[in-house]
Nanobody
Framework: QVQPVESGGGLVQAGGSLRLSCIAS????????MGWFRQAPGKEREFVAA????????LYADSVKGRFTISRDKAKNTMYLQMNNLKVEDTASYYC????????????????WGQGTQVTVSS
C-alpha cells in the first residue's frame, strides 16, 4: 500500500516556525509530484504547496507565499514544508500527498494521501 507519512506538527505561537516532514512511499513513478494540503475544522481541504520530485519545480498557494518553503531530499526520500511567521489562520491538519501527474494545486490530481499531522498556532 502506498501511503506517505507526515510528522513534525505541534503547537506554536504566532510568528513562530515549524518544519513538517513527509516520508515518500512507493516507487518514484508513483510520486513525480508531491504536495501539502491542509484542512481546518469546518473547512474544505486546501492546497498549500507542491514540488516536482526530480526537477524541484514548486507551486505555492498565495496565502503562504513568502512564509512557507517546500523542498525535498531525494537521498532521504523525504519532502519538507518549512513554515515561518506562522499565523493563527494556519491552524489545520496538514496532509502530504503524492501525484502521478503534473504539478497541480487540485486535490483531485493526487493519488495517495498521508494521515495528517496537526499544526496549531496560538495567538
Amino acid at each position: 500500500q502506498v501511503q506517505p507519512v507526515e510528522s513534525g506538527g505541534g503547537l506554536v505561537q504566532a510568528g513562530g516556525s515549524l518544519r513538517l516532514s513527509c516520508i515518500a512511499s512507493g516507487p518514484i513513478f508513483s510520486r513525480p509530484i508531491m504536495g501539502w494540503f491542509r484542512q481546518a475544522p469546518g473547512k474544505e481541504r486546501e492546497f498549500v504547496a507542491a514540488i516536482s520530485w526530480m526537477g524541484s519545480r514548486t507551486l505555492y498557494a498565495d496565502s503562504v507565499k513568502g512564509r512557507f518553503t517546500i523542498s525535498r531530499d531525494k537521498a532521504k526520500n523525504t519532502m519538507y514544508l518549512q513554515m515561518n511567521n506562522l499565523k493563527v489562520e494556519d491552524t489545520a491538519s496538514y496532509y502530504c500527498a503524492q501525484s502521478r501527474r503534473s504539478l497541480s494545486s487540485m486535490a483531485s490530481a493526487y493519488d495517495y494521501w498521508g494521515q495528517g499531522t496537526q499544526v496549531t498556532v496560538s495567538s
